[in-house]
């Protein structure tokens, strides 16, 4: 069973202050790393699909970076918006084309306005 | 696109009896999965197919659950009989690679 912790479980911000969150995996046998935002009562949306070591990537207030060595990748999140409150979802493939993918228990983000 | 549709949203029975969720996959994506979410453990891959033919079903849980995917845009998961346990919130994610489309789930309630 591979392990795909996220971390904090829970996470109350004010508008506007950046955060951040952590999703560690297994370091051997990755091919990719996914993140997903799930807001209540919908479905879960990819956020970013990272296979690149040191691999950063942005949308909007929203960045994630990428450490396959050491098995961690952060989600931040600049200046936070109601808006932004979700569960935040890291996946671990650990097979090319096979999609095993391994879902963290996510980050649920409340912002508070 | 209309995204990947299930059905029913939500369903409520009582054990014993069988349940059927259906699922429409995005059209022109070949892989299909189906997922159940619960407070425990999180989101849990139950089987996947790819080109209609289920790859990996070990995460089905026993013989109850069972899986079909009859032409590329139809899919169901069936379970029989059903078991307080079984309540939970069952997703279907289709892909044509990389990243998932996620249906909005059926929401099963085992009395």
Not at chain 1, 33 to 62: C, Q
Not at chain 1, 94 to 103: I, K, M, P, R, V
Not at chain 2, 52 to 76: C, H, L, Q, W, Y
């Amino acid at each position: 069973i591979l392990n795909v912790e996220q971390s904090p479980q829970s996470l109350h911000v004010q508008e506007g202050d950046s955060t951040n969150f952590t999703c560690s995996f297994p370091s051997s046998n990755f091919y990719a790393l996914h993140w997903y935002r799930w807001e209540t009562a919908k479905s879960p949306e990819a956020l970013f699909v990272m296979t690149l070591n040191g691999d950063e990537k942005k949308k909007g207030r929203i960045s994630a970076t990428l450490n396959t060595k050491e098995g961690y990748s952060y989600l931040y999140i600049k200046g936070s918006q109601p808006e932004d409150s979700a569960t935040y979802l890291c996946a671990f493939d650990s097979g090319a084309g096979s999609y095993q993918l391994t879902f963290g228990k996510g980050t649920k983000l409340s912002v508070i306005p | 696109d209309a995204g990947v549709i299930q059905s029913p949203r939500h369903e409520v029975t009582e054990m014993g009896q069988e349940v059927t969720l259906r699922c429409k996959p995005i059209s022109g994506h070949n892989s299909l999965f189906w997922y159940r979410q619960t407070m425990m453990r999180g989101l849990e891959l139950l089987i996947y197919f790819n080109n209609n033919v289920p790859i990996d079903d070990s995460g089905m849980p026993e013989d109850r659950f069972s899986a079909k995917m009859p032409n590329a845009s139809f899919s169901t998961l069936k379970i029989q009989p059903s078991e307080p346990r079984d309540s939970a919130v069952y997703f279907c994610a289709s892909s044509s690679g990389g990243e998932l489309f996620f249906g909005e789930g059926s929401r099963l309630t085992v009395l």
